[in-house]
Each structure stands twice: as structure tokens, then as C-alpha cells.
């Protein structure tokens, strides 16, 4: 499947800390993508790499990129009760460029 | 833009029963997507369109599932007969380009007893 695997399944930190979250995926990809997602609500897209970046940064986000190595990682830095959420990886890839399939996640506390 | 509105939020029906999804998509996005959200198996993708055509549907479970786009701004998941299993929640998104990214409805949650 080409379907992202998170980990950890869950991750519980302060308010202050950094939180980093893993994807690792099977095949090719054209991008990977990483959305939130708050209790009882609907996916949030946060931040788009390219299979040809390594590295990219939005606000406090960091995400990085290691096709060799067919994983990803999201770092949320300084931490905030508000971050706490689901948070997903997605990959568009494989035989379906168009087609984005997402891992099972990783539940994120931050407690203040 | 208001997003992408689903409707309804909340359904509980019978087994049984026929049960209809609506969504409405961002204006001028021509990819729309149909997922579905359990706790046993994640964010499933059950099919998408592209132009209101159908592009992928492998991921529909079974022909009790249909789902349809008549225009631009409208689509529809149909489920007849609906069973137990087919609780979860199902999200709507839809997105520009191609490989871009996807905009979410808040999801229908639907309940069969």
C-alpha cells in the first residue's frame, strides 16, 4: 500500500516542548503532505513538500523529506495547548499521482 | 469562500435504510474527493472525481456504495441498503490541481443501528 505510517500513535509533551512526528511510506511519491485534525472536526492541510525538496518551514512547523530513506518528519516547535490534535500524513504517489492516501495518524497532547 | 459544505452533520438511521451524502466543493475546484474516517481503519479513500468524472473508485466497498457529481458543485454518497458497518464519519474535500492540496468538509457522522 502506499498508504503513510505514522509514529508515534501518540505522543503526549508541556507546553513548550517540541513535538516530532515520523510518516514513512512504500513507494515513488510526488509530494507529501501533512494536515491536522482537531476532535470531531474536519481535516486542515499544513504544509506540502515536493519529492525534490528536503526541507521546508511554516511557522513554527518544520517538515523534512528523505526519499532514500521513504520518510518524513514533522517538527512543531514551542508547543501549545492549541496543538493538540490528530496529525496525518498523506501521500500522493505510487501508480495515481492524483490519488491521496493518508497514514493512521498520531494524537498529539500538549498539556499546559 | 464558505468551503466545503457537507450536509447533513449528524445522521442516524436504521439498517436498512437508504441514507444520501451531500457536498458542495469550492467554487472552481475540479477534484472532489470522498473519505471515509473509522477508528479501525483510519481515513479510507472510497473514490474521486476529476470534472465531474469519476477517476478512481476502487476504494468503494462494496455496490451498496455509489457516489455521483452531476455538476460542478454538487456530489452525492449513496449507501442502499445501509448496514451496522457503515458507521463513521465521512469527509468530503476537494482541491485545485492535481497534486495539490485538499480541502475538507467538517464530515458527515453517520450512525446505523
Known amino acids: 500500500s502506499q498508504q503513510g505510517e505514522e509514529d508515534p500513535q501518540a505522543l503526549s509533551i508541556q507546553e513548550g516542548e517540541n513535538a516530532t512526528m515520523n510518516c514513512s511510506y512504500k513507494?515513488?511519491?510526488?509530494?507529501l503532505q501533512w494536515y491536522r485534525q482537531n476532535s470531531g472536526r474536519g481535516l486542515v492541510h499544513l504544509i506540502l513538500i515536493r519529492s525534490n525538496e528536503r526541507e521546508k518551514h511554516s511557522g513554527r512547523l518544520r517538515v523534512t523529506l528523505d526519499t532514500s530513506k521513504k520518510s518524513s518528519s514533522l517538527l512543531i516547535t514551542a508547543s501549545r495547548a492549541a496543538d493538540t490534535a490528530s496529525y496525518f500524513c498523506?501521500?500522493?504517489?505510487?501508480?495515481?499521482?492524483?490519488?491521496?492516501?493518508f497514514g493512521q495518524g498520531t494524537i498529539l497532547t500538549v498539556h499546559p | 469562500d464558505a468551503g466545503v459544505i457537507q450536509s447533513p452533520r449528524h445522521e442516524v438511521t436504521e439498517m436498512g435504510q437508504e441514507v444520501t451524502l451531500r457536498c458542495k466543493p469550492i467554487?472552481?475546484?475540479?477534484?472532489l474527493f470522498w473519505y471515509r474516517q473509522t477508528m479501525m481503519r483510519g481515513l479510507e479513500l472510497l473514490i474521486y472525481?476529476?470534472?465531474?468524472?469519476?477517476?478512481?473508485d476502487s476504494g468503494m466497498p462494496e455496490d451498496r456504495f455509489s457516489a455521483k457529481m452531476p455538476n460542478a458543485s454538487f456530489s452525492t454518497l449513496k449507501i442502499q441498503p445501509s448496514e451496522p458497518r457503515d458507521s463513521a464519519v465521512y469527509f468530503c474535500?476537494?482541491?485545485?490541481?492535481?497534486?495539490?492540496?485538499?480541502?475538507f468538509g467538517e464530515g458527515s457522522r453517520l450512525t446505523v443501528l
Open positions: 467554487s472552481g475546484h475540479d477534484y
Open positions: 513507494t515513488s511519491i510526488n509530494n
Open positions: 474535500a476537494s482541491r485545485l490541481t492535481n497534486t495539490g492540496e485538499l480541502f
Open positions: 472525481f476529476n470534472n465531474n468524472v469519476p477517476i478512481d
Open positions: 498523506a501521500v500522493a504517489g505510487g501508480t495515481s499521482y492524483g490519488k491521496l492516501t
